[in-house]
């Protein structure tokens, strides 16, 4: 899949056995990655700076520092993983796609399935960046709201009436129905769907005993 | 041994007391003592004819040490020679008779290594009957004794006494029967001089049993090894699996390569390079496996105990992952030279090394580390260490643990460590364990310089 490589993605190689990691790397640099190596997990993870690009990391999952499975932990499925193991333990397997690995690789590794592997990590990686990229959005629209207006937003998105959000907060509806305009040009939406939608995404709910029956 | 210095002794007692028999009773040993056919027919009355016109020479040899009949070299006998060398009576023990008591083959050669008499042992031990005996060379039954040129072992001192002699030397021979096969045995020669004429007294202790038990401790330190072997064979696996996969991965990236336009032709030599060294890597693999599980007799040849650690190092290091387990390797280089089988002391390295681990497996990772050391203990001593941070041993498991079938695993045969101990006592080392201060137990190993197993 030529456009993850166009694209500029970057794929982690950490093994702890140089010559492995050498050959790894090479392999997959000739089918047109951008490689960057680590001999163990703990260097990877003192990286440095976050990768602006797709990314994954393929990982040997018994190394002597940390284990694969502790890195995978720790990076807290930010990045997608790809597990390659010389020991072939069914029960390590299993605990390894129960953390939500991408892919579990047995050596010696093939190279259409580790390429393979890599371009599923990639696209899955450009997803959780798109799905990053739109929380952080919505994030900063919530900013622009006042106390208030997130008031109001959290108990129109449960269905209620502007009447209704009015005497719960003990204000006129002329006032509510004055914030729900706001909120809804500062949250860029045009209808309450998509506001519910929205709100949903980040987590914005009412207050205990929230959907207004009717 | 013992069976052999018991004999011994009483051949030795049976001597003396036939001596003192013939000064108390001048008559009381020997023959009458008149040579030729009468010489014939007295020793007709010993043994069965057969062969005997061979061997009337030899019995007449044999009548001239313990008769006083007139030596046909012509040697004048003094008086006291007379009164010694007595008259014998019939009845009386002679030497045929004492060398039947005895538990084990004797014989009595006599010039050129021609043998004179053999008792029943000898005969049933080597399969003849007992009549093809005299006559024989002892050659046949026994390649090399060690006689010299003069068909005549060594003798210290033609001049001590007869009581005075000392203990047979035993060295371990082959030996072979009558059906040609062969087996080892002990066997101790000494020369007897009487009368003038020297007789060798040659005595053989069957070894059989000896090497079979040798044998069989070595076959069981064999089981062991590759019982050990086993246990690790899934990180060894996992050892020669990295070479294979970065040959693998090289392989098809230098496939990639080739079909790039243009070809780049230098990584493709690197590469090449990298591949070679990768298969002397998983070679590697193998030969450290093969030198464990190498079935054979001892090989005592000058150690590079350096060389031993790393290797058990390299056997196990995959195994330590697996099982979060740090090494640390402390090795001083400056050793005094020790002499050893290398197989054997790597297996007692091993089994250490995995004791160790299996000690810290309740441990925390992080506290799970095993420290080798090897350092000159004296300037003619070597020790090596293996300290572990377990739970330590109670003090009456700090002895016990070396006899057989003592084990603490639910799978163990408890044979490790006492096969170990063997190993080390053929090196004449000593191996033993201790408590460590802090936490866990040390065992050590001293070899001494120059050791021969």
């Known amino acids: ?214 | 041994m013992s069976i052999v210095m018991c004999a011994v002794v009483a051949l030795e007692t049976a001597v003396i007391l036939w001596w003192l028999l013939r000064l108390i009773h001048p008559r009381a040993v020997g023959a009458s003592g008149i040579p030729g056919a009468d010489a014939r027919a007295s020793h007709a009355g010993r043994l069965p004819t057969g062969r005997l016109r061979a061997v009337v020479p030899a019995s007449v040899l044999l009548r001239r040490s313990y008769s006083v009949a007139s030596h046909p070299t012509g040697m004048q006998r003094s008086r006291t020679d007379v009164d010694r060398g007595a008259r014998s009576a019939p009845g009386d023990a002679s030497i045929e008779d004492v060398l039947e008591l005895l538990p084990m083959p004797a014989l009595t050669l006599g010039e050129h290594g021609i043998i004179v008499t053999a008792n029943a042992q000898t005969a049933n031990l080597f399969g003849y009957v007992r009549d093809e005996l005299p006559g024989t060379p002892f050659t046949k039954l026994v390649p090399e004794p060690g006689l010299d040129g003069r068909a005549q072992p060594p003798r210290a001192d033609r001049a001590s006494c007869p009581e005075s002699r000392r203990a047979m030397a035993m060295r371990e021979l082959s030996a072979r029967r009558k059906d040609g096969s062969e087996f080892r045995v002990e066997l101790g020669l000494s020369t007897l001089r009487a009368a003038g004429a020297d007789t060798t007294l040659a005595v053989i202790v069957d070894r059989t049993d000896r090497c079979e038990l040798h044998r069989n401790r070595l076959d069981l330190a064999h089981l062991a090894r590759v019982s050990t072997m086993g246990q690790l064979a899934a990180s060894l696996a996992h050892e020669l699996n990295q070479p294979l996969t970065a040959i693998l991965s090289n392989v098809q990236a230098a496939q990639r390569f080739m079909a790039g336009d243009p070809v780049d032709l230098d990584e493709v030599r690197e590469i090449l390079g990298d591949i070679v060294k990768d298969d002397y890597r998983a070679s590697e693999v193998i030969r450290r496996i093969r030198a464990v599980v190498k079935k054979g007799d001892l090989e005592v040849v000058p150690l590079d105990l350096a060389g031993v650690i790393r290797d058990v190092f390299f056997l196990v290091r995959s195994d330590a992952i697996v099982r979060a387990t740090r090494i640390e390797l402390d090795i001083d280089r400056d050793l005094p030279p020790v002499r050893g089988d290398r197989v054997q002391l790597q297996q007692v390295l091993l089994n250490l090394l995995l004791n160790a681990f299996d000690a810290m497996s309740g441990v925390p990772p992080a506290d799970r580390v095993v420290k080798l050391t090897l350092e000159p203990d004296s300037p003619d001593r070597v020790r090596i260490a293996v300290r572990d941070r377990g739970h330590g041993l109670t003090t009456d498991k700090l002895d016990k643990i070396f006899k057989p079938f003592v084990t603490s695993k639910p799978q163990g045969l408890g044979l490790g460590l006492s096969i170990c101990q063997s190993i080390v006592d053929m090196h004449r080392g000593r191996l033993w364990a201790e408590n460590n201060t802090d936490r866990g137990a040390t065992f050590y190993v001293v070899l001494p310089a120059g050791s021969v197993a």
Do not use: W
């Open chain 1, 1 to 214: 899949m030529k456009t993850m490589t166009e694209s500029g993605s970057l794929v982690f190689i950490v093994d702890d056995d140089d010559s492995v990691r050498r050959a790894l790397t090479r392999l997959v640099r000739s089918a047109g990655y951008r490689v960057k190596t680590f001999d163990s997990a703990r260097a990877f993870l003192d990286r440095g700076h976050d990768e602006d690009c797709p990314a994954c990391v393929v990982l040997d999952i018994q190394m002597p520092d940390i284990s694969g499975l502790e890195l995978q932990r720790e990076l807290d499925a930010a990045m997608p993983v790809i597990f390659i193991t010389g020991h072939g333990d069914i029960a390590m397997t299993v605990g390894a796609m129960k953390a939500g690995a991408t892919d579990f690789l047995p050596k010696p590794v093939r190279d259409i399935d580790l390429l393979r592997a890599i371009d599923q990590a990639l696209e899955r990686s450009v997803h959780l960046h798109a799905i990053q990229f739109e929380l952080e959005a919505i994030h900063l629209r919530l900013e622009r709201l006042t106390p208030r207006e997130r008031e109001v937003m959290a108990l129109i998105v449960t269905g209620r009436l502007n009447k209704q959000v009015a005497s719960e907060l003990g204000t006129a509806e002329k006032t509510i129905k004055a914030h729900r305009a706001r909120v809804m040009a500062k949250m860029e939406v045009s209808s309450l769907a998509q506001l519910v939608r929205v709100a949903d995404k980040i987590g914005v709910s009412a207050p205990a005993g929230a959907d207004a029956a009717h």
